[in-house]
């Protein structure tokens, strides 16, 4: 269980200009966010919304929804976290983050509530988001929920469909220590009478959820994977069939590259189809809404200076493996040099191995990102991880980040850095290398 969000927005200046000091520890429950809402009117009423949840993925499904909306015409706002470089990343309408001035007019309209309510961090980016959106005069809103679901701060909207992409151990101290008791925290978005859709395939799981939504009320639709096939992984793109609800077999691509990410299109597909009619989009919309997808730091891959780079975020074990089938599918150049930076209540001594036994060297560096009680310790993570690589096995750390990137570069030569880890460590490398997301 957990009421709220674990990052932080560190060295983002305007963090501080948008909120008044916030309420500090954890704090269970929905009730403070609800009566801040109410306090403003429930602005998150005033527009239809899906709801995105899950342990990986929901992002891509998120953003991919968002584009296919936004190709039918309907101004679209879009609510994520984390972000990678700038606090901005997570409010965007029609693609792009809202502007700064308007973000912070938003910010100066609700702040004496933030501070009556006692707000935490998440909690009060929740209700800027709802409060900006409202104000930004969206016709339909993508919502992805920060952390497990039930007692996520945004589980207060009443979504027209519920997302749930699938549910793998991660923040096993708030969500529980097994599959089942993380699920029964992520179908805590399920809503009477409405759709949840899921990509997920084990059946422990999706017994979980079946209950849940039986409980509530709830009509669940689950995606079988076999109608996703003919998966082309491509540098810059991804290429299936799927056999949709509506149209009948598609020939799709999405630019986000990964047979992870075929799956995650076909299940906004999914999604979108289950929507009411006046918000449902066209085949037209569908096909070129997939198209002009945009979801930096996952499977990104970049050519910087004679070398190729490939930012992802892989933050647990699932992500990491599909990080590894990634890297089995391409042919980049070598030598292939990890640099990791990962945040210490993380699996890393079980996700980092497969991808450092692909690579041909690794180097551990601490994001300066990272938020000060979540750090790992970059030189105990090397002692620990090292008897689980081959001998002789090339892994060493720098703590400092931007000596730690400039030394992958050089043992990359024109080969190629691989950037995982964190949110945090992506971010903070294409801030360094100005390849920041919207210009940062």
């Not at 037209?284 to 050519?303: K, S």
């Amino acid at each position: 269980m957990a009421p709220d969000r674990l990052d932080r927005p560190i060295t983002d200046p305007l963090f501080s200009r948008l909120f008044p000091p916030l309420a500090t520890g954890v704090e269970w429950g929905l009730g403070r966010v609800v009566t801040a809402l109410e306090e403003l009117g429930n602005p998150h009423w005033s527009y239809p919304t899906i709801h995105v949840g899950g342990t990986n993925g929901k992002g891509s499904v998120a953003a991919t929804l968002s584009s296919v909306l936004a190709a039918s015409r309907l101004r679209t706002g879009l609510y994520t976290s984390p972000h990678l470089c700038s606090f901005r990343e997570r409010f965007q309408v029609g693609g792009r983050p809202v502007l700064e001035k308007r973000l912070v007019d938003a910010a100066d309209q609700i702040r004496e509530v933030l501070v009556r309510q006692r707000l935490t961090f998440f909690e009060a980016a929740t209700v800027l988001a709802f409060h900006v959106l409202h104000r930004e005069r969206v016709e339909v809103a993508v919502v992805e929920v920060g952390l497990g679901g039930r007692l996520d701060a945004t589980n207060v909207v009443r979504p027209e469909v519920s997302v749930v992409t699938n549910v793998a151990m991660d923040h096993a101290d708030y969500l529980g220590n097994t599959l089942e008791l993380i699920a029964g925290e992520k179908a805590g978005i399920a809503k009477a009478g409405v759709p949840l859709v899921t990509a997920e395939g084990d059946p422990a799981v999706l017994d979980v959820l079946r209950k849940a939504c039986g409980v509530v009320g709830a009509p669940m639709h689950v995606l079988d994977r076999s109608r996703v096939r003919d998966v082309v992984v491509e540098r810059d793109q991804t290429s299936f069939k799927f056999d949709t609800r509506t149209w009948g077999v598609l020939d799709l691509t999405i630019p986000l590259a990964g047979e992870h990410q075929a799956l995650n299109a076909a299940l906004a597909v999914e999604a979108v189809e289950h929507l009411p009619n006046e918000l449902r989009p066209s085949l037209r919309d569908v096909v070129t809404g997939l198209a002009g997808v945009g979801w930096p730091g996952r499977a990104q891959i970049e050519e910087i200076d004679r070398r190729t780079w490939l930012f992802d975020v892989a933050h647990n074990a699932a992500g990491a493996a599909s990080l590894c089938d990634l890297l089995d599918r391409l042919t980049l150049p070598r030598p292939w040099v990890v640099l990791v930076g990962v945040l210490d209540d993380k699996e890393w001594s079980r996700m980092l191995p497969p991808i450092f036994r692909r690579a041909d060297r690794a180097i551990l560096t601490q994001p300066p990102s990272a938020p000060a009680e979540r750090r790992w310790d970059p030189n105990r993570a090397a002692t620990v991880l090292r008897p689980l690589l081959p001998d002789g096995y090339q892994l060493t750390t720098e703590g400092e980040f931007e000596r730690a990137l400039g030394h992958a570069q050089s043992a990359a030569g024109k080969g190629t850095v691989i950037v995982t880890g964190s949110s945090h460590t992506v971010g903070d490398a294409l801030r360094y290398l100005n390849r920041c997301p919207f210009g940062g």
